[in-house]
């Protein structure tokens, strides 16, 4: 009778080792396990644990779900056949797991910047040593940081990840046309090839396949370098002579380089300088949603690794979200849109998404990608980031011709997860994001999918701090007009519980809140009724998109592929893009209305334009505008400002409270804010009364 528990016991690890081997994470390496934040304790769910080490994973190229990875096939293996991957992990567990909420929540890191401590928690350091007001620990949330995104170069404690080099199966490099566009903040003698608004000394850069840029390929190919001042100016080339791939640090000869340019005179800020090169040595960049998926798939199915190492994390019945913000929301939704989201055992990856201030879609299954890239309309314009589809609904695009959904994949194989998605009022005005809400060419708004909400939140920038009731402005030196102090972390953590409730208890969330065009909050930019705000600079521009040739090998419906034409030509026909109405104050209508919305003390707005960068009149980068109102009448009325002054809205401090109190009260009721938060923004209201907003 003795060997039934054996053959049980044998059987239950044969099923581990299977579970495992499905998961394809073969092997999980912990480095350092360490108390967390100095082992303060949170509420119920206690002291927290820190676990840092590395996944090792590997894939079939011949599978069905990594058929799609752009160069899979051109990728080494291993003996068993396999493509092999490595990333790192850094946990936040509860030191109890059986004090914890029961979801692992996996952040997809920015550019290998650690977010959900900063968005959530308002932490003001990114390395997890910082937790903020504790808030995603006393919600009990395990967190899971990990590396996705292969190009990124060691340092600043960015989390990374590693891939293969793609080769010819004779052993010879791969080349291809790379298109490099060199934003400096400051005058350099050279930069790396990478070097982007948001790539600066943090990307690795493709290698040029010849130092010599002035002898021609066979093919009869040349190295060009232009310049020019704003995105739609004619480009001026830069003579052969004046440049090279080289370093030339000031004062010293010049080193040649495979990596690097150096230009006579120096790159100078406020300029977009292009590189189009022959380059070699692609990564195999479309592993990162490979390791998206294998990395919950084995932290909730399996009990330990190939070589017998226990999974850190495993409990059974885990939930998985995954959250993303901005670049990192982009990649998550085309991590969707190829079909990640079913793991190679056909399970579902991620139960509940997150995406977060992040439209339209990512450019990284591509051959030769840029994956740190974004979709400005000055900046990073000519990128793949916005082909089409670029809704959760399935539509005609009447431009292309082609019918898709972001979800088709995942529809077609039951493993959609439930979705959140989260914007700002910049992402509608500079980021598109009206096409995820309205058919492409701007004429009627979408149904929902039953598995998706969407939310925009008024009159908010891509990012803010943690300010609950700011009376300082942050600056913008580089905008024409202040920046906007409106937060949106209060709001993100009302829609992750209700994310957490819908995954782990069916609750549904709240009703998707943003401009339609039925209501008339959503109109075409000349249809803002916009307030003449004296001092105030308001330009009725979007950031426009038209299809991009890419060339013959670039596959626009997938974003994948590999492309030939640098730069892009653009097609004749545009999108329509369409924007926020406003209210006599300039605040927008649409979406969830904060408190700083409700009860305002300037008008805030997702659109802020450059100075003098680039030509000036362009958007300004990321950032949304504030016109604080006057304190007084006799201000306002010596100003011209057509607003209601402080003093006329809120006459004494207890009215001011008791607006708060109510709008506190409307959006708890809403579930757009969580009851602990409202608590604090009415004390921060008390504290202060109805502060003017101060210039930085």
């Known amino acids: 009778m003795r060997l039934i528990p054996r ?54 190229p011949t599978h069905p779900g990594n058929a799609i990875i752009q160069d899979i096939a051109l990728a080494p293996r291993n003996a068993r056949g396999m493509v092999e991957y490595e990333t790192e992990i850094d946990i936040l567990r509860p030191a109890d797991p059986a004090r914890g909420n029961g979801a692992l929540l996996f952040d997809i890191v920015n550019r290998g910047n650690r977010v959900l401590l900063r968005l959530y928690n308002g932490a003001t350091r990114v390395d997890n040593t910082d937790a903020g007001d504790g808030f995603l620990m006393r919600q009990g949330y395990t967190l899971v940081f990990f590396g996705w995104q292969p190009d990124l170069l060691a340092g600043g404690d960015r989390v990374r990840m590693s891939v293969p080099v793609a080769r010819h199966h004779d052993g010879s490099p791969v080349t291809g ?94 300029r977009l300088y292009e590189l189009i090169y022959r380059a070699k040595d692609p990564l195999v960049l479309g592993l990162g949603y490979a390791a998206m998926r294998d990395l919950p798939a084995f932290m909730r199915h399996a009990r330990m690794d190939d070589s017998g ?11 998985t979200l995954i959250h993303g913000t901005s670049q990192s929301g982009r990649n998550l939704r085309l991590f969707l849109h190829l079909g990640f989201n079913r793991d190679e055992a056909g399970r579902r990856a991620y139960d509940g998404m997150l995406p977060h201030i992040g439209g339209g879609l990512a450019a990284m299954n591509i051959r030769f990608a840029h994956p740190g890239r974004a979709w400005g309309e000055q900046i990073d314009h000519l990128y793949p980031a916005y082909d089409f589809p670029f809704a959760y609904t399935r539509v005609t695009d009447p431009i292309t011709g082609r019918t898709q959904s972001v979800l088709d ?48 939140l008024a009159s908010t920038q891509h990012s803010t701090g943690a300010d609950i009731h700011p ?50 909050t959503l109109v075409r930019p000349d249809q803002v009724r916009f307030p003449s705000i004296p001092g105030a600079v308001f330009r009725r521009t979007t950031n426009p998109l038209r299809v991009l040739d890419h060339g013959p090998g670039y596959n626009a419906a997938d974003l994948t592929g590999v492309i030939a034409n640098e730069p892009p030509p653009e097609g004749p026909r545009e999108y329509t893009l369409l924007v926020p109405q406003v209210d006599a104050d300039g605040n927008d209508l649409g979406g969830i209305r904060s408190v700083g919305v409700q009860v305002p003390r300037a008008t805030l707005t997702g659109w802020n334009y450059y100075r003098d960068r680039f030509g000036g009149g362009g958007f300004c980068n990321l950032q949304g505008s504030a016109f604080p109102f006057a304190a007084t ?40 804010l969580l009851e602990e938060d409202a608590a604090a923004m009415i004390a921060a209201a008390e504290r202060d009364g109805p502060a003017p907003m101060r210039a930085p």
Do not use: K
């Open 409 to 456: 994949r995942c529809e077609a194989t039951a493993t959609c997860p439930r979705i959140v998605h989260a914007a700002t009022a910049l992402e509608i005005w500079e980021g598109r994001q009206s096409l995820g809400f309205t058919d492409p060419l701007g004429e009627r708004d979408l149904p929902e999918p039953a598995n998706v909400r969407t939310y925009i």
């Open 471 to 520: 009376t300082r402005l942050p600056a913008a030196t580089l905008c024409e007009n202040p920046s906007n102090p409106n937060t949106h972390l209060h709001t993100m953590r009302a829609l992750l519980v209700a994310l957490t409730d819908w995954t782990q208890r069916d609750r549904l969330p709240p009703p998707s809140a943003h401009p339609r065009i039925a209501d008339g």
């Open 7 to 60: 053959a049980l016991a044998a059987l239950a690890l044969l099923f581990a080792c299977i579970a495992a081997a499905e998961a394809r994470i073969t092997r999980v390496e912990i480095t350092e396990t360490a108390p967390a934040f100095g082992g303060q304790a949170f509420g119920a769910a206690g002291a927290y644990e820190r676990l840092r080490g590395r996944a090792f994973g590997e894939v079939d």
């Open 633 to 672: 009448r006799a201000d306002r009325e010596r100003a011209g400002d057509p607003r209601p002054s402080l003093e006329e809205r809120y006459p004494t401090r207890e009215a001011y409270v008791g607006a708060v109190r109510q709008a506190t009260s409307r959006l708890v009721a809403q579930r757009f």
């Open 309 to 319: 190492r226990p999974n850190p994390i495993f409990r059974e019945g885990m939930a």
């Open 177 to 270: 046309t790379v298109r490099s566009e060199i934003v400096v903040p400051a005058a350099a003698p050279f930069v790396l090839l990478s070097s982007g608004n948001f790539t600066q000394q943090t990307h690795a850069a493709y290698p040029t396949a010849s130092r010599d840029h002035r002898a021609p390929f066979a093919d009869g190919f040349v190295p060009r370098l232009t310049v020019r001042t704003r995105e739609a100016d004619a480009r001026e080339e830069i003579p052969a002579a004046r440049w090279s791939f080289a370093q030339c640090p000031a004062g010293q000869a010049a080193t040649p380089s495979d990596t690097h340019i150096c230009l006579e005179g120096g790159f100078q800020p406020g």
